[in-house]
């Protein structure tokens, strides 16, 4: 039970740390392709 505990929530921080990578990926590319490149 408890293995199964920890298991959950490791798979919720991973799935919580590639959206946000994701997230912060395409904004750097949608931002990229408007404006060129420039931060």
């Known amino acids: ?3 199964s ?3 959950g929530l490791s798979i919720l ?3 919580g740390v ?5 997230g912060y990926w395409l ?3 949608s931002s990229q ?4 490149g420039t931060l």
């Not at 392709?33 to 060129?36: A, D, N, P, T, V």
């Open 18 to 22: 590639a959206n946000t990578y994701l």
């Open 13 to 15: 921080i991973l799935t």
């Open 5 to 7: 505990l920890i298991a």
């Open 33 to 36: 392709s408007r404006r060129k």
């Open 27 to 29: 904004l750097t590319k």
């Open 1 to 3: 039970m408890v293995t």
